[in-house]
Nanobody, 124 residues
């Protein structure tokens, strides 16, 4: 089992940047596919980005492609989401999630472990 704790959220103006971190407990972090999801008020949780165990394969939602970058440091048991050129529509609670598998996934139902979320607010 793994526990996930997100940090790095906050309030930023449109066009600005934030870097989210997700620290994982446990000794087998390198075995997990990691993902970032977000949920805005009144909307369903949606996929943002995913990264495989080695960091060699990533995937992004079309809405964030070219602006967000997912990465991981297995020595630090941490996954990151660098968010640039932020827009008001990026405002949401951002969650990291872990999947016990070798392949990436865009589907929240395929992730077994979730963090508590961190709020990102982008002002116009």
């Amino acid at each position: 089992q793994v526990q996930l704790v997100e940090s790095g959220g906050g309030l930023v103006q449109a066009g600005g940047s934030l870097r989210l971190s997700c620290a994982a407990s446990g000794r087998t972090f390198g075995n997990y596919v990691m993902g970032w999801f977000r949920q805005a008020p009144g909307k369903e949780r949606e996929f943002v980005a995913t990264i495989n165990w080695s960091g060699s394969t990533t995937g992004y939602a079309d809405s964030v492609k070219g602006r967000f970058t997912i990465s991981r440091d297995n020595a630090k048991n941490t996954v990151y989401l660098q968010m640039n050129s932020l827009k008001p529509e990026d405002t949401a609670v951002y969650y990291c999630a872990a999947r016990v598998a070798w392949t990436n996934s865009r589907y929240s139902s395929e992730y077994a472990y979730w963090g508590q979320g961190t709020q990102v607010t982008v002002s116009s």
